[in-house]
T-cell receptor
Framework: EAQVTQNPRYLITVTGKKLTVTCSQN?????MSWYRQDPGLGLRQIYYSMNVEVTDKGDVPEGYKVSRKEKRNFPLILESPSPNQTSLYFCASSGEGRQEQFFGPGTRLTVL | QKEVEQDPGPLSVPEGAIVSLNCTYS??????FMWYRQYSRKGPELLMY????GNKEDGRFTAQVDKSSKYISLFIRDSQPSDSATYLCAMPRDNYGQNFVFGPGTRLSVLP
């Protein structure tokens, strides 16, 4: 089944404790993105990647890191999480030349 | 002025009604326009996309773009309770189409 998977689905952590949210797609897509979704603000792009080792900042990259060492994986790293990073996070992927993004199921992160 | 604006709703309609969902945008350079549907506790899924002014129809759904007014609409005919979801408009900012901006979404409830 073609899909985007994210882990963990739910995470509660404390301020300053480094964490990684993994994202993997099995569709051989070139493009991948991370978004956060907050009430009233909608989906905002954090980072996106056009291919392996190629990443670029979205609208809200502060406090986040990403890496794209393999085509299928695009982890999101929070080196020192803060409460304002409490949010619902989505990973998405799309194929070359395609506008359609396939989204993962989301990761709900709470930073205390 | 925000790049993309949407009435957040909630919008409640009876089953069978025609629903009109709208977005306005400020950047006249936007070329592609997408509508995503997001069910509660799920990731968004693409409903329709278009890159020209005018109408595009797919079953009960019609996407309409008016570039001169910077206004896009999604019409749902014969609405069903299963259409109850949040509807997000989205546009890529650049020609590569991977730096996306989303509207905040309109929550729709179709009552049986």
């Amino acid at each position: 089944e073609a899909q985007v998977t994210q882990n963990p689905r739910y995470l509660i952590t404390v301020t300053g404790k480094k964490l990684t949210v993994t994202c993997s797609q099995n569709m051989n897509h070139e493009y991948m993105s991370w978004y956060r979704q907050d009430p009233g603000l909608g989906l905002r792009q954090i980072y996106y990647s056009m291919n392996v080792e190629v990443t670029d900042k979205g609208d809200v990259p502060e406090g986040y890191k990403v890496s794209r060492k393999e085509k299928r994986n695009f982890p999101l790293i929070l080196e020192s999480p803060s409460p304002n990073q409490t949010s619902l996070y989505f990973c998405a992927s799309s194929g070359e030349g395609r506008q359609e993004q396939f989204f993962g199921p989301g990761t709900r992160l709470t930073v205390l | 002025q925000k790049e993309v604006e949407q009435d957040p709703g909630p919008l409640s309609v009876p089953e069978g009604a025609i629903v009109s969902l709208n977005c306005t945008y400020s950047n006249s350079a936007f070329q592609y326009f997408m509508w995503y549907r997001q069910y509660s506790r799920k990731g968004p899924e693409l409903l329709m996309y278009t890159y020209s002014s005018g109408n595009k129809e797919d079953g009960r759904f019609t996407a309409q773009v008016d570039k001169s007014s910077k206004y896009i609409s999604l019409f749902i005919r014969d609405s069903q309770p299963s259409d109850s979801a949040t509807y997000l408009c989205a546009m890529p900012r650049d020609n590569y189409g991977q730096n996306f901006v989303f509207g905040p979404g309109t929550r729709l409830s179709v009552l049986p």
